[in-house]
């Protein structure tokens, strides 16, 4: 059985049927030319269910004391796994848009995982115009951070189109295949690697040290309040966004070339992340402002950053979160990407200086009054941050799935 971590659990006690807290991804295929649509996602069913044993979290559920989850929590093997519960196959209605998918994903997006169960679900949903599939996978944050679930996705996808997986991407054996591929492709000694077993060695050492220098810099931040660092809670405005919602979810997604968001950042001297803050900050202003309520006050946004050391495939969630200053309050579009820029890189700043184990401990603790907050409904009173803005890497070049090109 694999214990839950301190993070993991977190995302446990602070659910609620208002505030699910599993995370989806919704991936578009191009099916091969001439093969029957309803066969082959039925052969891709069959293939996702064929497996002896399945890697984490597809086979683990929660086990817990009588404590509950104030006590020991662990995940432990379900012996009695219906694949056909987790494996499922849809149908849109005509005419197959993608109006047509985002209406069926936010409402598969807006049921809880029945804990009862592994906490994972993949939909399998045909009838795309144009000779697409989709492909919508559910994962509970306790299971899966961002770069993790990214993983997932890659491990079953191929740079070739002619590659053919014969036993289920679900597997033990095929997670054991995609860490060696990103072994070969990572050869040799990084300083990334030298620094992951550096972090290892103190950390046996000097536990206390570590909580030391976690506490240490956590109150130091708060305290200096100066600055373009941002904590949780510090000047975040009252506004339209942040009021009690219930359970529905609604799914849309919008595509720009990957340059076109590069060329934003360049032109600024600013990176692709500092882009994508820009992006939404300039987005969340316009929306305020048509309805007359941009706040005095800038939006601030919690921002996760990758805790993940190269290569690590087990941990549920290595990840921080830091929180930017979105710069709302500036009309200036210039102005308004240099106080992003300076506020996201004071806050990566902040935690580069961090060891692994201290990152990992200032997480915790930047959640913990959120994590108080949200059971008694009063995050939208003294909220942590106004949003929440995510940007993970997915592959650069064509990807398959047993011929099928991700669009």
Not at 11 to 27: A, C, D, K, W, Y
Not at 62 to 88: C, F, Q, V
Not at 200 to 213: E, M, N, R, W
Not at 396 to 403: F, I, L
Request: proline share 5%.
């Amino acid at each position: 059985m694999k214990k839950l971590g301190l993070l993991d659990k977190a995302f446990l006690l602070t659910e609620s049927r208002q505030t699910p807290m599993h995370v989806g991804g919704l991936s578009v295929f191009n099916l091969p030319r001439q093969v029957n649509e309803q066969e082959f996602l039925h052969e891709l069913a069959a293939g996702l269910s064929n497996a002896q044993e399945l890697q984490h979290p597809f086979g683990g559920k929660l086990k817990t004391s009588l404590l509950g989850l104030a006590g020991p929590a662990y995940w432990e093997n379900d012996t009695a796994l219906d694949m056909g519960y987790h494996i499922r196959h849809s149908a849109l209605p005509a005419p197959g848009r993608y109006r047509e998918l985002f209406t069926l994903v936010s409402r598969l997006h807006s049921t809880l995982l029945d804990r009862t169960r592994p906490l994972w679900e993949m939909h399998l949903i045909e009838g795309l115009q144009n000779r697409q599939f989709a492909v919508y996978a559910k994962y509970h944050h306790a299971v899966v951070d961002g770069a993790r679930a990214i993983h997932l996705a890659q491990s079953m996808l191929s740079k070739s189109p002619r590659a053919r997986v014969h036993d289920s991407p679900l597997s033990i054996e095929a997670g054991n295949r995609y860490r060696e591929r990103l072994q070969h492709d990572t050869q040799g000694y990084t300083d990334t690697e030298l620094r992951n077993v550096a972090d290892f060695l103190k950390a046996q050492f000097d536990t206390s040290v570590q909580l030391f220098g976690a506490l240490k810099k956590f109150t130091g931040a708060w305290i200096k309040r100066s600055g373009p660092l941002m904590m949780p809670f510090m000047e975040v405005p009252q506004s339209s966004i942040n009021t009690q919602v219930d359970g529905a979810r609604r799914f849309v997604a919008q595509s720009w070339p990957f340059e076109r968001v590069r060329a934003i950042g360049r032109v600024f001297d600013g990176t692709f992340n500092d882009a994508v803050l820009a992006v939404c900050a300039g987005t969340l202003r316009l929306y305020l402002a048509n309805h007359a309520q941009v706040p005095e006050k800038s939006l601030k946004a919690m921002v996760p950053i990758s805790l993940r050391r190269e290569g690590d495939l087990d941990a549920s969630n290595a990840v921080g979160f830091l929180s930017a200053d979105l710069a709302t309050n500036i009309a200036d579009a210039g102005e308004r990407f240099s106080a992003i820029q300076a506020s996201a890189h004071a806050g990566k700043q902040f935690f580069h200086d961090l060891s692994a184990n201290e990152a990992q401990l200032v997480s915790i603790l930047l959640q913990v009054p959120a994590m108080l907050l949200l059971p008694l409904g009063l995050m939208s009173r003294l909220p942590p941050y106004n949003t929440v803005i995510s940007n993970v890497p997915g592959p650069r070049q064509p990807m398959y799935w047993n011929g099928a090109r991700l669009a």
